[in-house]
DNA sequence: CAGTTGAGTTAGATTTTCTAATCTGCGCGC
DNA sequence: GCGCGCAGATTAGAAAATCTAACTCAACTG
């Protein structure tokens, strides 16, 4: 009968990481595509949160954002806590999420006249620590399906380890691509060896 | 179709809140009970935190929890960025979501003998600034229903800001009760003028 | 002045999350 | 030693939160 519980109070932490994404890049849209969502969701997700804290947080103008003061003063904790939390998560978070480096190769990749994704993929050169997909969606590394992906170009992919590569076998067009994965992931065996193959620090 | 956009990854956070309050409490039980949800609910956000980041977090015995080493590990950051989310957001938020006091009292204190809690309600001892709700429930506090509860009894109520009140023309069968409110409003001025109506610290 | 861009809004679809009921394993008291 | 109670797990189905898609609006661009 006793016993009460209470914590402190926590707005929407959807709401909370929409704010987040949407106050660093000042604009929903780019907060939407970071989220994977659409502009619409974001817009949505923070006038919610607006609604809950009593207060707006952004002063919208037909063509960007502006953060109000009150957004202002809420962002570097949060922006803050997030990546702590982030920190805490990956220093845990298992290393690799299956046995093999799943990977996924840009399209543009693909047109491959000297086979590199054929031996990466089929031949001994390519053991059982890689799996290849063709996508060039970063969604996937968000999500989780993949754990690196390769791209034509040099970045930049803020958040991510990123490395660009001088490709061994120059996959055409292109002699440089990077190879983007999990910063938690940057040291594991798969990568190192997946990346070699790849080719050499560009 | 250049820009590359991604950030840290996040786990799901509701299921990041579930694990901070269960750590806390090391139950299941009791944390379901801070969130007003259902144990089970609980089971599942923690479940799926765990397949997402690909550790156990919890042991559980059939009696009680213990944490996981990795649980251990990142529980106090966990807890550490969700407090400072709810400072920083109540820094910001409105003190009052209504231009009135939103006062929930207690069913057992509702037997009110001296016609108290209708001076409250209807006479010009009560004007517009307090709204009030005959409930016992800290739920509504917690999803933000309501703005203040009065309970019979000292609590405590951790987190969140209580005064034990010698009721004025006391309540039957109480000659005291707690008044809780968010931390926020502790000193707004609806506040006050409700408290010195209900009674004097006690 | 037409075209583009970014944000707002809405209804409906989708996905997530919750509940309620049942099951399991262990400790405790009688 | 043997029910009984407690805490957690599990499930299907219900409920709620969230997303999308389509459209509107206002301002800047050439």
Known sequence: MDGIL???RLPPLNGLRAFEAAGRHLSFKLAAQELSVTPGAVSQQIKHLEQILGVPLFQRMPRGLTLTGHG????????DAFERMSAAADAVARTLPTKALRLGVSPNLTED??????????TEQSPDYVQITSTDDVANL?????????RPGPGPYPGMHAELLNLHQA???????????????AKCREFLKTRSLLGSPG
Chains 1, 2 share one sequence.
């Open 171 to 185: 996959f055409s067009p292109h002699a440089q691509a990077s190879l983007v994965v999990w910063p938690g992931l």
């Open 72 to 79: 202002e003063a809420m962002l570097p904790t949060i922006s």
């Open 142 to 150: 968000l999500s989780g399906a993949l754990d690196a992906i390769l």
């Open 113 to 122: 006249p000297h086979g590199l994704l054929a031996k990466l993929a089929n």
């Open 6 to 8: 209470v914590s402190y």
